[in-house]
């Protein structure tokens, strides 16, 4: 009987580490605002050429929960700057291992991921090349991200965002 049992517990454990591994694997749908708006410029925030890429003068984000909203600030990263391209953006974010929500993009944005080592709450991330999640309690990890931003001051982010899923406004300062 003991043989049996090996190859049961041997495939819940693979089952494990892979729903453990690829928690934002399975697409989803992120919606934008709703409007078919041209890439956003603000006043003049503009590249040389004046193709309407957001600078990184414009660095200051908030994200916009039901009961509470926090100031971020843009990572100096690629992806960073093509997130900022999307906003204002609203995003169903589900609820994953009780220190983050995550939620997918239509599409996919430029990678450098590397392995930050500790995950801070507040911290805004790219897994992959479409899963944005927000982390609301710090841990170590072994996975790598690339930076989207950072909150300010996430003080009170798990009592506001822990719990479910939420509704994310994503928008500038």
Known sequence: M???I?????????????????????????SSSGSDAPALAIGGNT??????EVSMESKRIVIVFEN???SATLADTEAAREFAELLPLRLQMEELNGN???????????TDSRNPETIHAGDLMLFGSS???????????????TPIARLDDAEDLAEVVG???????????
């Open 2 to 4: 003991e043989y049996r």
């Open 6 to 30: 090996a190859p049961i517990i041997a495939l819940a454990a693979i089952i494990v580490a892979a729903v453990a591994l690829f928690g934002c694997s399975a697409p989803q749908a992120a």
């Open 47 to 52: 590249d040389a050429s004046g193709a309407g």
């Open 68 to 70: 509470a909203e926090f």
């Open 100 to 110: 983050e929500k995550y939620a997918y993009l239509d599409n996919p944005l430029p």
């Open 131 to 145: 899963c944005i999640v927000l982390f609301y309690e710090t841990f170590p990890t072994q996975y790598t991200y």
């Open 163 to 173: 719990g479910g899923d939420i509704e994310a406004r994503i928008e500038f300062e």
